[in-house]
C-alpha cells in the first residue's frame, strides 16, 4: 500500500508570513493528490484537489503544487483564521490514504 | 444545499455491532461515490470505505476488510456502513463524505457530514 507521510508535523508562524507543508507519497500517484484543512472542533475542508487546483470558495493564499511523490501545499501569507491542522489525501486507486497531519499555529 | 446528515452511532460493547446512516440531499445521490472517513479522538483522518456511484463497486481500508459493509440506496439517497465485530481500535468519529465530481470514485471529498460518535467500550 502507498503510504503518505507529511512534514513537518506542526509548525509556528507569524501572521504575514509565508508556510509551506510537503506531502510525500511511498509510490508515484500521478496528481491524484488532495489537501484538507480541519479547524478545532469543525469539519475537515477540501482546499486542494489535482494537487494544484483550488477549491472554490477558498482564499487565492493558499496553492498547491507537485506531482508524483512530492507535493506542497503553501500558503502565502498565514491568517490567524488559518489556525488549523492540514492533511493531504491520496485518490488514485483504491485507497484514499490519509497523511498524518500538520498542525499550523500562530505565533 | 448539499446536507450530510449521519446518525447511528453510540456506544457498543467490543464485538458488537453497529449501523451507520447518512442522510443525503441537495444533490444528484446516484451520480456520485461516497465515503466514510473516521477520525480518533486527538488522531487524525483515517479513510473507511468508499462505495461507486451505482453501489457495484466497494473498497475498504485494510483495517475494516471483511467486518465493515458499505452500501447505499439511490432510491432513499442513503449512504449506510454496517459495523461488525467492533472492537476499541474503532472508537471515532465517523463522518461521511462525497466525492468531489460525478463519476470516477478516485475524487477528492467535497462536502463532509457533522459526524457520528462511535465508542466501543464495555
Known amino acids: 500500500d502507498i503510504q503518505m507521510t507529511q512534514s513537518p508535523s506542526s509548525l509556528s508562524a507569524s501572521v504575514g508570513d509565508r508556510v509551506t507543508i510537503t506531502c510525500r507519497a511511498s509510490?508515484?500517484?500521478?496528481?491524484?493528490l488532495a489537501w484538507y484543512q480541519q479547524k478545532p472542533g469543525k469539519v475537515p475542508k477540501l482546499l486542494i484537489y489535482a494537487a494544484s487546483t483550488l477549491q472554490s470558495g477558498v482564499p487565492s493564499r493558499f496553492s498547491g503544487s507537485g506531482s508524483g511523490t512530492d507535493f506542497t501545499l503553501t500558503i502565502s501569507s498565514l491568517q490567524p483564521e488559518d489556525v488549523a491542522t492540514y492533511y493531504c489525501?491520496?485518490?488514485?486507486?483504491?485507497?484514499?490514504?490519509f497523511g498524518p497531519g500538520t498542525i499550523v499555529d500562530v505565533k | 444545499e448539499v446536507q450530510l446528515v449521519e446518525s447511528g452511532g453510540g456506544l457498543v460493547q467490543p464485538g458488537g455491532s453497529l449501523r451507520l446512516s447518512c442522510a443525503a440531499s441537495g444533490f444528484t445521490f446516484s451520480s456520485y461515490a461516497m465515503s466514510w472517513v473516521r477520525q480518533a479522538p486527538g488522531k487524525g483522518l483515517e479513510w473507511v470505505s468508499t462505495?461507486?456511484?451505482?453501489?457495484?463497486?466497494?473498497y475498504y481500508a485494510d483495517s475494516v476488510k471483511g467486518r465493515f459493509t458499505i452500501s447505499r440506496d439511490n432510491s432513499k439517497n442513503t449512504l449506510d456502513l454496517q459495523m461488525n465485530s467492533l472492537g476499541a481500535e474503532d472508537t471515532a468519529v465517523y463522518y461521511c463524505?462525497?466525492?468531489?465530481?460525478?463519476?470516477?470514485?478516485?475524487?477528492?471529498?467535497?462536502?463532509w457530514g457533522q459526524g457520528t460518535m462511535v465508542t466501543v467500550s464495555s
Open positions: 509510490q508515484g500517484i500521478s496528481n491524484y
Open positions: 489525501q491520496k485518490y488514485n486507486t483504491a485507497t484514499f490514504t
Open positions: 463524505a462525497k466525492s468531489l465530481m460525478a463519476g470516477s470514485p478516485w475524487r477528492a471529498f467535497d462536502f
Open positions: 462505495i461507486s456511484s451505482g453501489g457495484s463497486g466497494t
